[in-house]
Antibody, heavy 119, light 111 residues
Framework: EVQVEQSGAELKKPGDSLKISCKHSGPTFDTYWIGWARQMPGKGLEWMGIIHLADHNTKYSPPFQGQVSISADTSVTTAYLQWTSLEASDTAIYYC????????????WGPGALVTVSS | QSALTQPASVSGSPGQSITISCTGTWSDIGSFHFVSWHQQHPGKALQLIIYDVDNRPSGVSNRFSGSKSGNTAFLTISGLQAEDEADYYCNSYTPRGSTYVFGTGTTVTVL
């Protein structure tokens, strides 16, 4: 059974850096993509990008290209979402989700990680 | 990249059927059979309820069904129940960035 576990809530100041994580566990005979999605307060979901856990192939949604960095560590089957300089507008819940390679849908979702950026 | 367009809200009485539309373009919904639907209860993780336009994951009620016509996908909830009150998001693969795009989201209210 596939599971994804996200790191906890974060309170940061504008200009801070941050890296949040998404730990994946599941059958090793499959390979997986991890996707990151943002949900700003009271708003809908937005895809930020996806990364292949095995070969680290990464694709960004155009609005997020250059704004965040998505990475992965295959040895611990964990994906990361990173900012170098947070802004108040980055305040949101960030979800990660898992898709089996070859499928075009994300069937396992994490609980979300609340990131609050405030001075 | 623009979000897919969904109605902001849809409501129905218990037992009724409702349909939520999700309109994209020829380059996403119109070109691929890769539309999925997710349910989000307040404060809960998203749950996949439909994938590849019209397939239900194991364990999802058969009251949920999906379809597509042209650039628009549809989610139908039949026999509406109080537990169906939630937000629903469509999702499609898009060749822009070779990634995905969500719909704007629809709040379902059971009257």
């Amino acid at each position: 059974e596939v599971q994804v576990e996200q790191s906890g809530a974060e309170l940061k100041k504008p200009g801070d850096s941050l890296k949040i994580s998404c730990k994946h566990s599941g059958p090793t005979f499959d390979t997986y993509w991890i996707g990151w999605a943002r949900q700003m307060p009271g708003k809908g979901l937005e895809w930020m990008g996806i990364i292949h856990l095995a070969d680290h192939n990464t694709k960004y949604s155009p609005p997020f290209q250059g704004q965040v960095s998505i990475s992965a560590d295959t040895s611990v089957t964990t994906a990361y979402l990173q900012w170098t300089s947070l802004e108040a507008s980055d305040t949101a819940i960030y979800y990660c989700a898992s898709a089996v390679d070859g499928n075009f849908y994300f069937d396992v979702w994490g609980p979300g990680a609340l990131v609050t950026v405030s001075s | 990249q623009s979000a897919l367009t969904q109605p902001a809200s849809v409501s129905g009485s218990p037992g009724q059927s409702i349909t939520i539309s999700c309109t994209g373009t020829w380059s996403d919904i119109g070109s691929f059979h890769f539309v999925s639907w997710h349910q989000q209860h307040p404060g809960k993780a998203l749950q996949l309820i439909i994938y590849d336009v019209d397939n239900r994951p194991s364990g999802v009620s058969n009251r949920f069904s999906g379809s597509k016509s042209g650039n628009t996908a549809f989610l139908t909830i039949s026999g509406l129940q109080a537990e169906d009150e939630a937000d629903y998001y469509c999702n499609s693969y898009t060749p822009r960035g070779s990634t995905y795009v969500f719909g704007t989201g629809t709040t379902v209210t059971v009257l």
